[in-house]
């Protein structure tokens, strides 16, 4: 460890120190999502399966509740469900990266474990430099970094970044996101044999690429995968055009699937598609466990107008993790699904069941909380509407009419709300998580989904029902760790 390295450490986790007493005391902390112990959360990345364990590693910076210097926060777990808290992964020490470890990813090779990610420099005057940067470790816990493998090639500007790699037949492949000089989003491609020499193949994927117009002036995270008999690409395009089912968010994250040729490095893809269409959602990052499954993780935030307005700031703290998602490809589409380990966390059951409302609003005895799992099942064709209020800080509603679903939230400066909508072809079933901040839903077994965060007030824990349709619901409470000892957001294992 250089004595650079051990500086920036111990101030970084003397902030944990100094205000661990504040952050745990906020009624917004989550039960069973991964949070910053203090400061400021965004990128999930390195998602990997590594000898026996789960680990995530994200975009951290340990000293205020906004965008700065990034670090590489990590947790581990052996079940997704149960996380510790890591010593720091990744510090910005070196010239290479001073001004912030930016998002990459994570692979195994030869028994070690390698992360490469992209190491951000500012100039005096503001210019921006990016290098693609490669760090390994024996045990998965402790890295050493081994400095730039790739800079800017001709043709792009330095929002080149956010390395996602994998290995296809003995040949190891780099999908970056990034911007052309005409100020366009693309995806770009590069091979090696040893991940350290690397040989640009292009774009595969972009503004003027298989007949793309324009989408967004910079493609953030590309995540390249199989997926079933498809391949998926995950981007996050900055500034989408604002037409159609795009205007309701600036930010999204979205994919196109299609067939990726490996043997001439072609991508032929269809349609831009969103994969949330909810409030916060950015920057998901997928990978493979042993299991087969492709599992997803995304940023629960997103930086906006609002962002520095959410009521953790006070308490040293802001955003979070979504819960970890299998993604399935079915009738065209990704499904995304609750992972069934997350059972585990249910607990005191609810069932109701043939409930048939005639638009009256309805409570339900033992149907309330604040960390709670709801699922709503629908009797074919008797669900003309319905609403379901959460602590009266949102509501969804499906308008059989218009088949829409529509989340609505609270404005964070109470000038009224907002909505975020979706097509479906009709209402089957909807799966909700909440936590304490936090609602996901599941649309029609997750061939839709919408997240956000959401500020009730901690004493409400009240849901109402209300429409014309008949259904049953199971609810359980979900296990709340947070004041446990083996919380990850309570302890950190120091270097």
Known sequence: MSEQFGHLINRAYDEVKKYKELVLSDPYRLSYHLMPSVGFLNDPNGLIQYKGFYHVFYQWNPFGTMHGSKFWGHFSSPDLVHWQEEPIALAPTEWYDKDGCYSGSAVCDDGHLYLIYTGNVKGENGERETYQCLAVSTDGVNFEK?????????????????????????????????????????????????????????????????????????????????????????????????????????????????????????????????????????????????HGRTILFGWMGITNEIEQLQPTIPNKWLHALTMPRELQWRNGRIFQRPLEELQLLRNNEVLYKDIQMKQQAIQFEGIQGTSAELFIEFSPRECHDFQIDLRHEARLTYDDQTKEVTLYRRNIDNSGEQSRKCKIEGLSNLHFFMDESSIEIFINDGSEVMTARYFPKPEDHCITFEGDATFNITKWDLLQHKNEESSPQQELIFA
């Open 146 to 290: 081994k400095g730039p493998i790739l800079r800017v090639p001709e043709g792009y500007t330095a929002h080149f970044r956010d390395p996602k790699v994998w290995k296809h037949e003995g040949q190891w492949y780099m999908i970056l996101g990034a911007q052309n000089l005409e100020e366009k989003g693309s995806a770009v491609l590069f091979t090696s044999p040893d991940l350290y020499q690397w040989e640009m193949i292009g774009g595969i994927a972009g503004a003027g690429i298989n007949g793309l117009e324009e989408l967004g002036y910079m493609w953030e995270c590309p995540d390249l995968f199989p997926l079933n008999d498809q391949h998926i690409l995950l981007i996050s395009p900055q500034s989408l055009i604002k037409n159609g089912e795009m205007a309701q968010e600036l930010f999204q994250s979205g994919y196109f699937n299609g067939e990726f040729l490996y043997e001439t490095h072609q991508f032929k893809h269809g349609p831009f598609k969103l994969l949330d269409y909810g409030f916060d959602f950015y920057a998901p990052q997928t990978f493979k466990d042993i």
